[in-house]
């Protein structure tokens, strides 16, 4: 069975998360969240609350405790980009750009 949780307009540029979900993508959901609660930035928030739910997900609806889930897909996809201006050289308007993504994940059972 396959859990999922999905986490939209997240106030960090996709760029900047793929790294980390890159690393916890296909390991065993216990030790991402290990993983994430040690990681020393704020960029890690994000991924640890979805997992956090992913896993609350599949504690209610099956009983399965997170050391028999693993990540079976993690996707950091791009959500819409806010864009203002601000000024610039030699009275230019330079645009700035502010990136959203959207998070998702899948969690399955690991067959014992």
């Given at each position: 069975m396959q859990f999922s949780a999905k986490a939209k307009f997240v106030r960090y540029s996709p760029y900047?998360?793929?790294?980390?979900?890159?690393?916890?993508?296909?390991?065993?959901?216990?030790?991402?969240l290990y993983w994430l609660e040690t990681y020393q930035t704020r960029r890690s928030v994000?991924?640890?609350?979805?997992?956090?739910?992913?896993?609350?997900?599949?504690?209610?609806?099956?009983?399965?405790?997170?050391?028999?889930?693993?990540?079976?897909?993690?996707?950091?996809?791009?959500?819409?980009?806010?864009?203002?201006?601000?000024?610039g050289a030699m009275g230019r308007a330079n645009i700035q750009r502010k990136r959203q993504c959207h998070l998702s994940v899948i969690l399955e059972r690991i067959n014992n």
């Open positions: 900047k998360l793929r790294p980390l979900a890159d690393v916890i993508r296909g390991k065993n959901a216990q030790d991402a994000p991924l640890k609350k979805m997992l956090v739910s992913a896993v609350a997900n599949a504690k209610d609806r099956e009983n399965v405790p997170a050391n028999e889930l693993m990540i079976k897909d993690l996707r950091v996809d791009e959500g819409p980009i806010v864009r203002y201006y601000k000024p």
